[in-house]
């Protein structure tokens, strides 16, 4: 089963615009991770945040978590034809190494 | 530095066969973990392994086998495959105390 469920599954923008996608999961985390694929590509992490974090930015991404909600947004500003991917959040319960829950992705599409 | 590299790229096997994969990891990294992805399913968690030793496993059955070498390349093996068996089969490897997975193209596996 799958702890993350993501919002929304599909995502049509133009270049330019920002895109925004939601994360939620069901239990105590200790860390969440964004990751984008390209089709039918390995995944490639974007950016960690931990549960005491609340907010985190790399380049054009930002990252927000809210424990008390147990979700999670990730906003890609100044979309590029280059981002079309899937995007996935991941969380990490466990009580040593790495076991990331996957949530379902999001489909982004952003036309030229 | 060579990124994780799995072999073979894609598979087609027959039910009742099984099958084996490999993945060698970054060079340093000591820990891989392997994940399943499915249309229906997502990405679902294999299990992990470090410095020989399985840490963490997901719920599959015993059909799905793994082990870790001490050059930190590790193998899976799924037995008496089953056409639901077919899917995009991901490693990932980490650093000692890193939440951040590098993951692999991943290997197809038709079963037919």
């Known amino acids: 089963s799958q702890q993350g469920e993501e919002d929304p599954q599909a995502l049509s923008i133009q270049e330019g615009e920002n895109a925004t996608m939601n994360c939620s999961y069901k239990?105590?985390?200790?860390?969440l991770q964004w990751y984008r694929q390209n089709s039918g590509r390995g995944l490639v992490h974007l950016i960690l945040i931990r549960s005491n974090e609340r907010e985190k930015h790399s380049g054009r991404l930002r990252v927000t978590l809210d424990t008390s909600k147990k979700s999670s947004s990730l906003l890609i500003t100044a979309s590029r034809a280059a981002d079309t991917a899937s995007y996935f959040c991941a969380t990490d319960a466990s009580a040593a190494g790495n076991k990331l829950t996957f949530g379902g992705g999001t489909r982004v599409l952003v036309k030229p | 530095k060579a990124g994780v590299t799995q072999t073979p790229r894609y598979l087609i096997k027959t039910r009742g066969q099984q099958v084996t994969l490999s993945c060698s990891p970054i060079?340093?990294?000591?820990?891989v973990s392997w994940y399943q992805q499915t249309p229906g399913q997502g990405l679902q968690f294999l299990f992990e392994y470090f410095s020989e030793t399985q840490r963490n496993k997901g719920n599959f059955p015993g059909r799905f086998s793994g082990r870790q070498f001490s050059n930190s390349r590790s193998e899976m093996n799924v037995s008496t495959l089953e056409l639901g068996d077919s899917a995009l089969y991901l490693c990932a490897s980490s650093l000692p105390g890193d939440e951040k997975l590098f993951f692999g193209s991943g290997t197809q596996l038709s079963v037919l």
């Open positions: 239990t105590s985390i200790n860390n």
């Open positions: 060079s340093g990294h000591r820990s």
